[in-house]
């Protein structure tokens, strides 16, 4: 399935998912993500917004655990990942986002776990995003690669291309 269609299918599919289905829906997917963190990781994971898929489960899990948890923060045509240690370390930014303010900087390949958001995906752990490519001129980088999304996002097998990064795993609800 060409790229662009799968996005627009994925984003379509979350779109139509009501409040109710999408909080209900983020929970499981959190929890199981939150099954696989342990003391002494060091999360990647984006900070939700509109209707993606709700990590505020994991970010304060991280937060109440002492987990080390980064946020992305897009720079030039990159994304840098910044240590937080509450949402009082995250500031408005384009696109309705909240990014990390400026202090602790951690390499991507030194996150043990990295959540990635996605605007859809196929039975083979491809994703794709919202078309920059951010995640994209990261991935590569990374380690235990963990797509998070809704089961409505599923698509037939997306053409890929050979800048695209397959994920480790997707899970979903």
Known sequence: MDKNIARAKGLQARA???LKERNKKSHVVCQEVISKIHAGMVIG???????ELNTAEILKYC????IDICTPKVVGRTLCFYKIKSYDDLVPAPFGLLEPTLTVHIPVDKIDMMIVPLS???SENHRTGYGKGYYDSIL???RNRIGVAFQEQE??????ETHDITLDEIISA
């Open 63 to 66: 937060f109440e655990h002492n």
């Open 155 to 160: 698509v037939d097998l997306i053409d890929i």
């Open 16 to 18: 139509l998912l009501s």
């Open 140 to 142: 590569m980088d990374c």
């Open 120 to 122: 859809s995906y196929d």
């Open 45 to 51: 994971c984006y900070v939700s917004v509109r209707d």
